[in-house]
């Protein structure tokens, strides 16, 4: 092995990449919750926790940008301890994973796939949630809604997040 080679094997990265996906079926009679805020609709998003699809997707972003267990390694849906549990509980320890391991997130974007209800009027209110809970600004955090036409799945939400940590011992 050349030196070149064992130099990228030891050096700690500057940034990494995580992806998280989640995916949650709407029953009726429950509180819908996405990123952590509370939107008026007849349905909500089922699970052992609070269903909360966004702030999943983002939690298995973290850890997976840091290699840690995902979130249902880490949170067993068997353990009783978490049903109907703040989502953001979850969120707040990858994010200590993530500041454990050096890093502090740069950015996050992210796709909500869903029917309804419409997320543009509550977008700003989700995207500021998700910038506290990540201690980022607002405008570090990507949010981008889509109905799922052609997919057949209206009783679902689905969401998508990218995020980019970055190295805090740089100057
Ligand atoms: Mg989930």
Known sequence: MNRENTNRQTAKPAIRIGHGFDSHEFHDGIQ??????????????????????????????LLGAV????????????DPKWKGADSAVFLREALQRVEH??????????????AAPKIGPHAGKIRDR???LLGVPADCVGLKAKTPEGLNLDNTAIAHVVVLIE?????
């Open 101 to 114: 391991a050096g890093y502090a997130v740069a950015n996050i974007d992210s796709s909500l796939i869903l």
């Open 32 to 61: 819908l919750k996405i990123g952590g805020v509370v939107l008026a609709h007849h349905r909500g998003l089922g699970g052992h926790s609070d269903g909360d699809v966004l702030l999943h997707a983002i939690t298995d972003a």
């Open 130 to 132: 998700v910038a506290e």
């Open 67 to 78: 290699a840690a267990p995902d979130i249902g390694a880490l949170f067993p849906p068997s």
């Open 167 to 171: 190295r805090t011992d740089r100057t």
